[in-house]
C-alpha cells in the first residue's frame, strides 16, 4: 500500500542496547521527520531531513542519530536507549518545507525503554 | 510561531455540527493556521490550513477572522469516527502540536 509506514509498530528494549526505528514512505517525498509524543509534552520534533543525505536537528535530537541514504528511508537510532526515550515515535514526510506544507504521519511506534 | 488556546475538550452529537474554536492573537502576517487531528493510538492526520480567507475541504471548512486572531474549525456532520483530539496550529516553519481540544461525538 502507497503511504507512510513505520516498523516496528512495538518494541521493548533494555537500557544501553541499541535500537533502530524504520520509515518508509512512497509518495517520494524529499522531507522526512522523526518526532516524539510524551504526555504533558506534545509532539516534539528530533531530526528532519531536506533530501537523501541532508539531515538536521530538530528540538531533542540528544541520545538520536538518523541517516538518509535514499529518498524513501529516514531510520531513527537509539545509540544507547534510555528509560526517558520511552515514548511513541512518529515518522511524518512532505514534499516541501515552510509553509504552505502538508506533513503526513506514520502509525507510530511505541518504544518501551525498561 | 504564534501561540494558540483550545478549549479541553468539547461534546459533540452525532450528525450535528462541531464547531471547534482557537484564538491565536499573536498571530503574524506570514503564519498559516493549521488543523490536524489525533485519533487514539494513531499518528496526526492533516485536516485543512488556511492564511486569510476561509477554506473547505473534504473533511471540515476553516473559518478565520478577519483580524486573524482566532478562528474556527467546522466538521458539518460529526460522526463517532470523528471523536479525537484536535490540534489548532499556528505555523511559520515548525509544526508545534500543543494540548489540543479533545473531541468525544455522542451516538
Known amino acids: 500500500d502507497a503511504g507512510i509506514t513505520q516498523s516496528p509498530r512495538y518494541k521493548i528494549t533494555e537500557t544501553g542496547r541499541q535500537v533502530t526505528l524504520m520509515c518508509h514512505q512512497t509518495?517520494?517525498?524529499?522531507?522526512m521527520f522523526w518526532y516524539r509524543q510524551d504526555l504533558g509534552h506534545g509532539l516534539r520534533l528530533i531530526y528532519y531531513?531536506?533530501?537523501?543525505?541532508?539531515?538536521d536537528k530538530g528540538e531533542v535530537p540528544d541520545g538520536y542519530v538518523v541517516s538518509r541514504s535514499k529518498t524513501e528511508n529516514f531510520p531513527l537510532t537509539l545509540e544507547s536507549a534510555t528509560r526517558s526515550q520511552t515514548s511513541v515515535y512518529f515518522c511524518?514526510?512532505?514534499?516541501?518545507?515552510?509553509?504552505?506544507?502538508?506533513?503526513?504521519f506514520g502509525p507510530g511506534t511505541r518504544l518501551t525503554v525498561l | 510561531d504564534a501561540k494558540t488556546t483550545q478549549p479541553p475538550s468539547m461534546d459533540c452529537a452525532e450528525g450535528r455540527a462541531a464547531n471547534l474554536p482557537c484564538n491565536h492573537s499573536?498571530?503574524?502576517?506570514?503564519?498559516?493556521v493549521y488543523w490536524y487531528r489525533q485519533i487514539h493510538s494513531q499518528g496526526p492526520q492533516y485536516i485543512i490550513h488556511?492564511?486569510?480567507n476561509n477554506e473547505t475541504n473534504e473533511m471540515a471548512s476553516l473559518i478565520i477572522t478577519e483580524d486573524r486572531k482566532s478562528s474556527t474549525l467546522i466538521l458539518p456532520h460529526a460522526t463517532l469516527r470523528d471523536t479525537a483530539v484536535y490540534y489548532c496550529?499556528?505555523?511559520?516553519?515548525?509544526?508545534?502540536f500543543g494540548a489540543g481540544t479533545t473531541v468525544t461525538v455522542r451516538a
Open positions: 511524518a514526510s512532505s514534499d516541501r518545507a515552510g509553509v504552505p506544507d502538508t506533513q503526513y
Open positions: 509518495w517520494s517525498h524529499s522531507y
Open positions: 531531513s531536506a533530501a537523501a543525505d541532508i539531515t
Open positions: 499573536t498571530i503574524s502576517g506570514n503564519e498559516y
Open positions: 488556511g492564511l486569510k
Open positions: 496550529i499556528v505555523r511559520g516553519y515548525k509544526l508545534s
